[in-house]
């Protein structure tokens, strides 16, 4: 099997030269490179992955870290960023963080070894807007979610406050006055962006949501459950008639608490999901959810990679879309 030895004594170079060639630095002359890129082929020499960035100049490669790919709002924002890179030329590597920091900043470190052309974070610590590697290559991030006011990094993302508004909006309109949210965290930016739409665009309509009908659960469908067992306790005429979830999962163990509780979906409480997960189309009833534009987010994520500044200098915000479909009537409905 050929070494990067055998390179380096065909190409008259030392081990470290073609080591430096591989990684892409500027420091190579372009003479130089040209005799190792010769003996890398004559050779044979493995990786591809290296022998191609010497022609290229570039690893043609990209990363996306997502904190759980479990969740299939993830799996589906991956499914579509891949494609997005593929048919720009690039290969995308998935790296799962399970939100552990230490786990993101081990596959920062693998990627940026492999001179990646770009970085796409989800629910990052990271506060830089790129990774400085050796030899001066600076590895651009985008960011796909954003998780504090105030954050200058460059990202692309739903406009998650539009998602609250759009979500209040239908369900006022179908004739709802009682109304409460579940939300995974309040510490999240785009969560606690689409519960402050919603109860604005609630408030803008003369119907309070009190401190009291903000119930927090977390990311799984156990804690939609967990969140929505606590607001159906209450009697009606307190209990809601319609509750709003900032991510489809939440709904889906809101359904089931219901259900449990000898309710009806849409009769006794209408719900509404967010992102338009694909389960959620085959719940039953089927889930009304606040769809997220993913092939835009891709799209606009590849686009902004190349771009040194956001256009405007904010982020970039996309529409979102209502799904209507049978989890939420007029109350008493169904």
Not at 236 to 261: I, K
Not at 303 to 317: F, H, M, N, S, Y
């Amino acid at each position: 099997m050929t070494s990067i030895k055998d390179v380096a004594r065909l190409a008259g170079v030392s081990i470290a030269t073609v080591s430096r060639a591989v990684n892409n630095l500027d420091v190579v002359s372009g003479e130089t490179r040209r005799r190792i890129q010769w003996a890398v082929d004559r050779l044979g020499y493995s990786p591809n992955l290296a022998a191609r960035s010497l022609k290229r100049r570039s690893a043609k490669l990209l990363g996306l870290l997502v904190p759980d790919i479990e969740n299939p709002f993830y799996a589906t924002l991956a499914k579509n960023m891949e494609r997005e890179a593929s048919g720009a030329g690039y290969s995308l590597i998935l790296c799962n963080t399970d939100g552990r920091i230490e786990t993101e900043n081990h596959y920062l470190k693998l990627l940026s070894g492999r001179l990646a052309d770009g970085i796409f974070l989800c629910r990052s610590a990271v506060r830089a807007s790129s990774l400085t590697v050796s030899g001066g290559k600076a590895i651009p991030l985008v960011f796909l979610e954003k998780q504090e006011e105030g954050d200058d990094r460059r990202s692309v993302m739903v406009d998650n406050s539009a998602v609250g508004v759009l979500a209040a909006r239908h369900l006022l309109a179908l004739g709802h006055r009682r109304l409460a949210c579940v939300m995974e965290d309040r510490r999240s930016l785009p969560f606690a962006r689409r519960v402050r739409g919603f109860v604005a665009e609630a408030a803008r309509r003369g119907v309070g949501v009190g401190p009291a009908s903000i119930v927090e659960g977390g990311p799984r469908i156990a804690d939609g459950r967990n969140a929505m067992q606590r607001l159906i306790r209450k009697r009606s005429p307190s209990r809601p008639t319609a509750v709003y979830c900032t991510n489809d999962l939440l709904a889906f163990g809101a359904m089931q608490a219901v259900f449990e509780a000898g309710l009806r979906i849409p009769g006794d409480i209408s719900l509404v999901g967010t992102d338009d997960v694909a389960q959620s189309s085959y719940m039953y009833p089927p889930l009304t959810t606040v769809r997220q534009p993913y092939a835009d987010i891709a799209r606009e994520a590849l686009r902004l990679l190349a771009q040194k500044t956001v256009p405007g200098g904010g982020d970039i915000l996309l529409p979102p879309e209502l799904v209507a479909r049978e989890s939420a009537a007029p109350p008493g409905g169904g």
